[in-house]
């Protein structure tokens, strides 16, 4: 497997995103919510991004509380927190002061959530983390699989009115997958089994990469520089664990007596 990352529609969409923001006229919008299916490929690229920008990334967790998200940052930072979580707020600003970076946040609806289902959802984490983002005119973004997040922030019109943006990460295209082969791949994937891969795959970019070893192995046991549809026919390729059946590669004939019926 090539290493590199792959810029798919998706990814362009954040970048572009990202774009439009360092270029909005009012400062204080500075949120940016992503949303996305699990599979899809959100988690990963928030990792590639945050690499590229020195960010910090925090992945946020049932019952965090604002003392254990500014803590966690500040280790993120490689220093140790202090106890009140004002004196973390304190210490977090002079860690950032130097280069500044970005928050990103992915399951952020944790940080809404309380822990009584009957208890409204409050936003102090996030208003926290806002004033301090601010305060650096860098990006907050709000990452999470759950839809809700965009129904919780438009619950404060604090909040909702300096979101500067939000996507949403869908499934990859046949064009996706096709450069996904082209870029990650060490043996050459022919169009016909990348589009295979995409439909067994429904676009999950997760499952996409989980076919790399696969077909990598193949062509290694079979001597091949080019790995086709028609060569892999027939070749267990996942598991369905919910209906606990496998799935293989379908041949180039059953397809085409199935199209014309």
């Not at 997958?177 to 995409?198: N, S």
């Amino acid at each position: 497997m090539k290493t590199g990352f792959v810029q798919t529609k998706s990814v362009k969409a954040l970048l572009a995103a990202v774009d439009r923001m360092d270029r909005r006229g009012a400062p204080e919008k500075n949120i940016l919510l992503v949303t996305g299916q699990p599979g899809f490929g959100k988690t990963r690229t928030l990792r590639w991004w945050a690499l590229q920008k020195r960010a910090l990334l925090l992945t946020a967790g049932p019952g965090m509380t604002l003392n254990s998200v500014l803590g966690d940052l500040i280790d993120i930072l490689g220093d140790i927190p202090p106890h009140s979580a004002e004196k973390r707020v304190v210490r977090l600003r002079q860690l950032m002061a130097g280069h500044k970076p970005p928050i990103i946040v992915d399951e952020a609806h944790y940080l809404f959530v309380r822990d009584r289902i009957q208890e409204a959802p409050k936003p102090a984490i996030v208003d926290r983390l806002r004033q301090i983002t601010e305060f650096f005119d860098v990006p907050l973004v709000l990452a999470s699989h759950e839809e809700a997040i965009r129904a919780f922030v438009a619950k404060f019109d604090h909040l909702s009115s300096r979101v500067a943006d939000a996507i949403d990460f869908g499934p990859c295209s046949l064009e996706d997958v096709v450069l996904i082969c082209k870029e990650k791949y060490d043996v050459e994937v022919t169009d016909d089994l990348a589009e295979e891969i995409w439909r067994h795959t429904e676009g999950r970019a997760r499952l996409i990469v989980d076919f790399i070893p696969k077909i990598e192995a193949f062509a290694k046991k079979n001597r091949l520089k080019a790995v086709s549809r028609e060569a892999m026919s027939g070749e267990i390729v996942s598991i369905d664990w919910k209906g606990k059946a496998t799935r293989s590669i379908r041949s180039v004939s059953s397809s085409l007596h199935a199209v014309g019926g």
